[in-house]
């Protein structure tokens, strides 16, 4: 089980630094709207990831 959580984690961490290198190579002023909804919705995916992470390791 924590081999797993661990694993699960590790391809989350992948997730977010390709999410971040695909957004900054973006030109921001040729941004499209579907772009930015990605975006928004993995900042909040990624933050929601982050808090279930911090509750399990509390338990």
Same mark, same amino acid.
């Given at each position: 089980?924590?081999?797993?959580?661990?694993?699960?984690?590790?391809?989350?961490?992948?997730?977010?630094?390709?999410?971040?290198?695909?957004?900054?190579?973006?030109?921001? !002023?040729?941004?499209?709207?579907?772009?930015?909804?990605?975006?928004?919705?993995?900042?909040?995916?990624?933050?929601?990831?982050?808090?279930?992470?911090?509750?399990? !390791?509390?338990?």
């Amino acid at each position: 089980m924590k081999i797993n959580k661990n694993l699960n984690l590790i391809t989350d961490i992948f997730y977010i630094i390709t999410m971040v290198l695909w957004s900054t190579t973006v030109d921001f !002023r040729h941004l499209k709207a579907i772009q930015i909804a990605i975006l928004v919705i993995t900042v909040a995916w990624v933050i929601i990831k982050i808090k279930t992470y911090l509750i399990v !390791r509390k338990l």
